[in-house]
Every structure is written in structure tokens, then in C-alpha cells.
């Protein structure tokens, strides 16, 4: 009689315990922690001749804690995060100034702050600043018009120029693609989007190919006059105007930029004009994954993984490791493990109960899906050399961190999505 009272009392507490997480996508939950697992691997391989296992373990601990903090996360209710919303905004930017003011050298950018013996990066966090505010912003649907998607443009512009200043030309990459992406999913007409990064297109067309850039011009005017009506007219002459400058402004613009910045947005096309310098993590890096055919070498096995060919393989050249050692058959299924978090976060998107929820999903999904092509593109050679993260594969803590907390996040949004009473 006793054992049976504590059986239904151990039952009791954890059908109560569990009430908590009836909602929770466990495959969006599960399928970030299988990748962090597989990445703590690889890790430990890119280290083993090194002795430097360290990284492995960090990388391991910290998922572990990232998992538990996005279960944490996702028992709360994600709406009170409107209520904070102008406080999170403030802490972004006011930790993106402490960077420039206070912050920690490296790699010839000034992008961490050192707190009790740790680097913190605090761009990284300042990615969900971005898209909580956003999503506070333009859950009402107001980016339907020119004013509301200048206000969010706005929002986003502050800490947007904080960390290109810093420099991080890849993260604040990063903050565009989150907001293109989070107004689009608000209602922006999409021609006011493509006007949107028009000059920036005319900028690196026109150092390529003057005739494709009067084309780009043209066109521009085009989309204008059909995506602007009331302004028809007068919005393409601008538009033309503004694109016809920023052609020109690019040669301006390409001397703000570093030296290794600049190598790294040329580089990628002809890398063995500087195969010992600029061109040579890319160089290695296919060297690497080509050499892993379809099966890979092996967990442990790959030469250029072993040997340490690829400078910090561990961070944003993880994923040659994958194609040596595991091979095409590797890759596949790491690329579908990011397809699989992509939908589970479009479908909870969809199936939000208010458009705040569904935009902080798009907004979390704008910024893995970005980072995740770009970072595996940059790796093969069909990107520049941004420095951006693979998402929890990549070694680096503030990532990692800031990966799991979005998770936890959308999680909260699929938790709650049912639930109506406060």
C-alpha cells in the first residue's frame, strides 16, 4: 500500500512537471542538440594531434547548459516579452557601445568584452535584440506600408551600425537577412525589399560589369514605377538616381573596409592568386572536402583535419572536417538535419496564435537558415570568406548561446501556441 502511494505521488509530480512542456516541439528541441553532440566530435578530431581537447569539452558543456536554458525558456511564456522589449532593445545597444569603448582585441577586430576571464561576444545576442524588438514592432502588420517599414529599418539601423563599426562585416550581414526576412513575412511588398538592397547591388555590380550594371539600374527604375504607384514617376526617377550613385560609391566604400575583409570578399572567386595568404583556408578547405569522396575517411582519419591544414578549423572551416571525415553522405545528412529545424520553425510560424510569436519564429529562422548557406557556401568556394558561424557546430560560446536561447524562444512560441489564458 505504501509503495503504491509513492508511485501515484511520483506520478503526480511529474505528470505536473511535464504540463509544462505538453506544447514543445521535441524534434526542433532534439535535432539542435544532436548537431551540438556531432559537432563536439568533430572538435575533439580538428584537436586530437594538437592536445588542445579543451575545445571539445567547452563546446560539449555548453550545449548542455544551452539545452537546458531553451527548456527553461520555452516553460515561460514568450508574449512577456513585449513587456521588455524597449529594455532589451537599450542592453544591445548599450553592450555594442561598451565594445568599442572597452573591448577585446582579436583577428584585427574589436568584437568581445572580457567578463570574469571569459570573451563574451555581445553581437551575437544583440542578433535576438534585433529580432525581439522587430517582432514587437511589426506585430500589428504595420510593415504593409512605406512608414512602418521605415520604422523597423530604423530599429534595426542602430545596432546594424554598431557592429559593422566594430569591424563584423559577416554579422551584420546577418542583421539584414533577419530583417528583410521578418518584413517580408509582415506583409512589405517585395519589390520595396529588392529596392531596399538595390544600392548595395549597384555598388559591386558596377566594379564587375559596367554594361550588367545600366541593366541593374533600369530595372530598378522599373520595379519602382510597378511597386510604387502613387509615386510612380517620381519613385523611379529616385530609384535610378540612387542606384546610378551607389554605383559609384562603391570604389568609396571598398577603402572603408579592412585589408582581410577585402581578401576575403575577392579571394573566394580566384584563390590561388594568394594560395599562402589570403587564399589559403579556402584552398585547403577543398582540398579537404574533396578528399572525403562519399564516404569520408573516417571519424579521426582525415589528413587534412588531423594534420591541422585549415587555420581554426574548429570555428567557421568546420564543416570541411565533415565533408573529409564523413564525406558526402556526412554532409547530406548535416544538411538535412538544418532542413528539418528550418520547417519545424516555419510550421510553428505558421501556427502561431498571434503574429508576435510567428514573427519571432521568422526571425530565428531568417538568422540560422542565412548563417547555415553561407557559412557551408563559404567553405566550398561559392561564398566570401565572411567569418560567419555554422550554428552549433562552430566552436564559440556566445553562438552556441545565442543558438540554444532562440531555440528555447520559437519553443516557448509552439509551447504556448494553445494556451490563450494569461
Same mark, same amino acid.
Given at each position: ?23 514543445? /516541439?521535441?524534434?526542433?528541441?532534439? *535535432? ?18 594538437? =592536445? ?28 512577456? *516579452? ?57 506585430? /500589428? ?73 545600366? &541593366? ?32 559609384? *560609391? ?26 599562402? =595568404? ?10 579537404? +572536402?574533396?578528399? =572525403?569522396?562519399?564516404? &569520408? ?18 570555428? /567557421? ?9 564523413? &564525406?558526402?553522405?556526412?554532409? +547530406?545528412? *548535416? ?54 558561424p555554422l550554428p552549433w557546430m562552430s566552436y564559440g560560446r556566445s553562438a552556441l548561446l545565442t543558438n540554444f536561447i532562440a531555440i528555447g524562444i520559437v519553443e516557448s512560441v509552439a509551447n504556448y501556441r494553445f494556451r490563450l489564458k494569461f
Amino acid at each position: 500500500m505504501t509503495s503504491y502511494s509513492s508511485y501515484s505521488l511520483v506520478r503526480k509530480r511529474w505528470k505536473n512537471l511535464s504540463q509544462g512542456w505538453q506544447g514543445v /516541439d521535441w524534434l526542433l528541441f532534439i *535535432l539542435p542538440v544532436g548537431v551540438t553532440i556531432f559537432a563536439s566530435i568533430l572538435i575533439s578530431s580538428t584537436q586530437k594531434y594538437t =592536445g588542445e581537447s579543451g575545445f571539445a569539452i567547452n563546446h560539449a558543456v555548453l550545449g548542455g547548459i544551452g539545452a537546458i536554458l531553451a527548456l527553461w525558456i520555452a516553460r515561460s511564456r514568450y508574449e512577456r *516579452l513585449l513587456q521588455w522589449r524597449w529594455i532589451i532593445y537599450a542592453a544591445t545597444i548599450l553592450s555594442l557601445l561598451a565594445v568599442m569603448a572597452i573591448g577585446t582585441e582579436g583577428l584585427g577586430a574589436q568584437r568581445w568584452i572580457t567578463v570574469f576571464g571569459f570573451n563574451v561576444q555581445p553581437s551575437e545576442f544583440a542578433k535576438l535584440g534585433a529580432i525581439i524588438t522587430l517582432a514587437a514592432t511589426l506585430k /500589428d502588420r504595420d510593415a504593409s506600408t512605406l512608414f512602418g517599414m521605415v520604422k523597423a529599418l530604423a530599429i534595426t539601423a542602430v545596432p546594424w551600425a554598431l557592429v559593422f563599426l566594430q569591424p563584423d562585416l559577416g554579422t551584420s550581414l546577418v542583421f539584414g537577412a533577419i530583417t528583410i526576412g521578418m518584413l517580408y513575412w509582415s506583409g512589405t511588398h517585395p519589390g520595396w525589399l529588392i529596392l531596399m538592397i538595390s544600392p548595395l547591388v549597384s555598388a559591386i555590380v558596377f566594379n564587375i560589369s559596367v554594361p550588367v550594371w545600366i &541593366g541593374w539600374v533600369v530595372l530598378m527604375g522599373i520595379v519602382a514605377y510597378r511597386s510604387l504607384p502613387w509615386w510612380s514617376v517620381y519613385s523611379a526617377v529616385v530609384a535610378v538616381a540612387v542606384n546610378s550613385v551607389s554605383g559609384k *560609391l562603391g570604389d568609396v566604400m571598398w577603402h572603408v573596409l579592412k585589408d582581410y575583409q577585402k581578401d576575403r570578399l575577392v579571394l573566394f572567386l580566384h584563390p590561388d592568386k594568394d594560395p599562402l =595568404g589570403g587564399g589559403y583556408h579556402l584552398i585547403q578547405s577543398r582540398i579537404a +572536402i574533396g578528399a =572525403g569522396e562519399l564516404w &569520408g575517411r573516417g571519424l579521426f582519419h582525415g589528413t587534412q583535419t588531423q594534420l591541422s591544414f585549415i587555420p581554426e578549423q574548429h570555428t /567557421d572551416f568546420i564543416f570541411s572536417a565533415v565533408g573529409e571525415e564523413l &564525406g558526402f553522405i556526412g554532409g +547530406i545528412v *548535416l544538411l538535412l538535419s538544418f532542413w528539418l529545424i528550418c520547417l519545424r520553425l516555419v510550421l510553428i510560424a505558421q501556427n502561431a496564435k498571434d503574429n508576435f510569436g510567428s514573427l519571432l519564429a521568422i526571425g530565428v529562422l531568417s538568422m540560422i537558415i542565412f548563417q547555415a548557406v553561407l557559412n557551408i557556401c563559404m567553405t566550398i568556394g561559392l561564398a566570401p570568406i565572411t567569418g560567419i558561424p555554422l550554428p552549433w557546430m562552430s566552436y564559440g560560446r556566445s553562438a552556441l548561446l545565442t543558438n540554444f536561447i532562440a531555440i528555447g524562444i520559437v519553443e516557448s512560441v509552439a509551447n504556448y501556441r494553445f494556451r490563450l489564458k494569461f
